[in-house]
């Protein structure tokens, strides 16, 4: 009786085991498909290549311009914790810049509280001011906005921007920004 039972309990564990391992795999395959259909966006996403761009630096020369975390963020494209950045609940009337080269990427008037912790717009200031790139990385389908001008990584462009002209939402890296005050 005694070799009974414990073949018994094997069985449950084994078919604990394999109704998790189940379960996982169902969520995964969800988040993949559902991820997957978001993105691309537009017709218009763009393989990275530095060539592309009009701003030409080499590794040296942005790390003596950025600071460590800005040279992370621009040209490594980490990304800054959420509700950090100055630019988050920032309001003022002006235009948002690209910290790495000046290049002007988003108006305030197009800036909305979009609640996830990092400056949102439903625009760019042109559509040539941003490039779009698939971006496949951690396990997702995104698309990548990097400045047109330098290649610098921004963030990223989702199409949730619910209730805004567009429906979209630039989530943009605040370090990633400087920001010119409208002039009166």
Not at 52 to 68: A, H, I, P, R
Not at 97 to 112: I, R
Request: aromatic share 12%; hydrophobic share 35%; glycine share 8%.
């Amino acid at each position: 009786m005694y070799q009974t039972n414990t073949k018994f309990k094997r069985f449950n564990i084994v078919l604990r085991l394999l109704k998790i391992l189940v379960f996982c795999l169902i969520n995964t395959a969800i988040f993949v498909d559902v991820s997957c259909q978001s993105a691309p966006l537009k017709n218009n996403i763009t393989e990275m290549n530095n060539e592309n761009f009009d701003v030409q630096k080499t590794d040296g020369e942005w790390k003596s311009q950025l600071s460590d975390f800005e040279y992370e963020v621009l040209r490594n494209k980490a990304t800054e914790r959420p509700y950090t950045s100055e630019y988050e609940t920032f309001w003022d009337e002006g235009i948002y810049v690209c910290k790495g080269c000046g290049a002007e990427l988003f108006e305030s008037k197009t800036k909305f509280d979009a609640g996830c912790g990092w400056p949102s717009f439903y625009q760019s200031i042109d559509k040539k001011a941003v490039k779009e790139i698939l971006d496949t990385s951690h396990g997702m389908v995104r698309t990548e906005v990097v400045c047109a001008k330098c290649g610098g990584h921004l963030g990223h462009v989702f199409n949730d921007g619910y209730g805004q002209p567009t429906g979209l939402r630039y989530c943009i890296n605040g370090i990633s920004l400087g920001f010119k005050k409208k002039e009166k």
